[in-house]
Nanobody, 115 residues
Framework: QVQLVESGGGLVQPGGSLRLSCAASGSIDNFNSMGWYRQAPGKQRELVARITTRGTTNYADSVKGRFTISRDNAKDTVHLQMNTLKPEDTAIYFC?????????WGKGTLVTVSS
């Protein structure tokens, strides 16, 4: 059973930064892609950023230029560096792993951007 554990969420002021981490229970090379999604209150879950095994990345338009996704294959960990945070970035952030039409999810970590 795949386990994904997120960490790094918290309360930050607008304009601040946070770094989220997702630790996988097995090799992340086993997955076609790893990613981060978020869900704000009353809204649907949406893709934030994704990275493939080849290192190809894609981002939601709302976070381009502010967020960076990266992977550490040696530690089976994926990171999301979030800079210049805005109140509208407030959400629960979920780690995702995708392989052969199956999505695996972590339990999420809360990010709150507020003064």
């Amino acid at each position: 059973q795949v386990q994904l554990v997120e960490s790094g969420g918290g309360l930050v002021q607008p304009g601040g930064s946070l770094r989220l981490s997702c630790a996988a229970s097995g090799s992340i090379d086993n997955f076609n892609s790893m990613g981060w999604y978020r869900q704000a209150p009353g809204k649907q879950r949406e893709l934030v950023a994704r990275i493939t095994t080849r290192g190809t990345t894609n981002y939601a338009d709302s976070v381009k230029g502010r967020f960076t996704i990266s992977r550490d294959n040696a530690k089976d960990t994926v990171h999301l560096q979030m800079n210049t945070l805005k109140p509208e970035d407030t959400a629960i952030y979920f780690c995702n792993a995708y392989k052969l039409w199956v999505n695996y999810w972590g339990k999420g970590t809360l990010v709150t951007v507020s003064s």
